[in-house]
């Protein structure tokens, strides 16, 4: 058995929460390979230390003095190694950082989170220590080098039989370090999985798994013990967000389960993540939501017969870089649907540039409108799951402005105004969760 062992930020934030990774890693021989994020806030008006190491990089940038910043970030990093009386000698390569700023990339200067924290850990945990850009390698066009990472991955397991891995970053072909996006400690710890072949990848945060609603809307929402991949990426996509979505693919495509866990409740369940279909106690997995979209409603007689027409309204939007959420369509009537942001600057120009360029018979907008899917691989063998979703609305008289499902039936999405945002969510999870 062979578990990759993933630690956000929260999970390593001071040297209490150190000592909490040791006590997991420790109670479990199969978890031998640990990934680390940056340290993350201690408390809510704590600052995380990526971003920090941006706020450093724009002091740089701009020629501010950045020493009382350095400060802060050294500081965090000498707490943690003296309250665990660690011989770690981190804080000459601090320091020569802060000599060398100026020769560094942004890249590297971010990264440094999670060297440093990996370097502490490594020695805490007694295990060795090695460093991404030894080993992740990306090509010219940022993706993975899966063949070079693979095999530099298994020389370093042939080495080591255990090892501390610093997440969110690798090498580019010139030899430079290249960062993931935020979040990218969870891609990381997925590579490590496929590359390896893990039995399991475990990502530890300060949550117990995916939760079947948003608790600030839903009072106690029912925990989601298994979800597959496709759900989760649809849920995540809708802004349910506990794992970077990217960090599903690399283990997706072998079927490692992702199993999420709570560094400060480890004895809770958690979430299992994998694409084999699980009988669920309920007809859904669970329900997500996203505010301020904009739809444009365009008609125009005849418009079915027209070849070509919707294509050229979506080429219109492309030349503003506007990608689109959905299209609902009639016969000769079709809306579309974006985020708010995507359009901010140039809704009506994009307008006038309809009417010039199709010459629609009625062309409307409905703004602040709002987006919630609910989602389940179960609800296609339920029969009745939209009746009883529309029912559900209908009694709380709340207005469907939007309709959308995914061809694979796992996934309805409504439109609603903004202002119905969290009556909807309530009145789906009441339907579906309370009342079966």
């Known amino acids: 058995m062979l578990k990759i062992t993933k630690f956000g930020g929260s999970s390593v934030a001071n040297s209490a929460q150190f000592k909490k990774v040791k006590d997991i890693v420790l109670s479990d021989p199969s978890r031998r390979y640990v990934v680390v994020s940056a340290p993350g806030r201690r408390n809510s008006s704590d600052s995380k230390i990526t971003d920090l190491l941006y706020l450093l990089d724009a002091h740089r940038q701009y020629h501010v003095d950045a020493s009382n910043v350095f400060k802060l970030i050294k500081q965090r990093f000498m707490d943690i190694k003296n309250e665990l009386g660690l011989k770690q000698p981190i804080e000459k390569e601090l320091d020569a950082m802060y000599t060398n700023l100026n020769q560094m990339t942004q890249d590297e200067i971010v990264s440094r989170g999670e060297y440093f924290c990996a370097k502490l850990m490594a020695e805490y945990l007694g295990y060795a220590f090695v460093d991404a850009k030894d080993v992740i390698r990306f090509h010219l066009d940022k993706t993975i080098n899966w063949e070079v990472t693979t095999q530099k991955l298994n020389a370093k397991c042939a080495q080591y039989e255990h090892f501390v891995f610093p997440g969110f970053y690798g090498t580019n072909s010139s030899g430079q370090i290249q960062v993931f996006s935020r979040g990218g400690g969870d891609i990381t710890g997925s590579i490590l999985a496929k590359c390896l072949e893990a039995d399991e990848y475990e990502n530890w945060t300060d949550v117990s798994g995916f939760l079947m609603a948003d608790p600030r809307i839903v009072e106690n929402p029912e925990q989601i013990k298994y979800i597959t991949y496709t759900e989760l990426r649809e849920l995540s996509y809708m802004g349910a967000s506990v794992l970077h ?84 369509s009639g016969i000769d009537s079709f809306s579309i649907v974006v985020e708010k942001k995507e359009v901010e600057n140039s809704l009506y120009e994009i307008l006038a540039r309809f009417k010039a360029e199709l010459k629609p018979d009625d062309l409307s907008i409905q703004e602040d409108l709002a987006l919630i899917s609910t989602v389940g691989q179960n609800m296609s063998d339920k029969p009745g799951t939209s009746g009883r979703l529309f029912s559900a609305l209908g009694k709380e008289n709340i207005n469907i402005r939007m309709i959308a499902q995914s061809s694979s039936e796992i996934n309805i999405t409504v439109g609603v105004k903004k202002k119905d945002f969290e009556r909807t969510i309530k009145a789906i999870y009441s339907a579906f969760v309370n009342e079966e």
């Open 245 to 328: 979505e990217e960090a599903i693919f690399p283990v997706k495509e072998k079927n490692i389960p992702i199993h999420i866990l709570n560094t400060n409740r480890p004895q809770d369940f958690g979430t299992y993540i994998q694409e084999t279909k699980t009988k669920n106690h309920f007809p859904i997995t669970g329900i997500a939501g996203k505010k301020d979209f904009v739809s444009i409603y365009i008609y125009k007689k005849h418009m079915s017969n027209e070849v070509g027409f919707i294509r050229r309204a979506l080429s219109i939007l492309e030349s503003y870089n506007v990608s689109i959420e959905h299209i609902p």
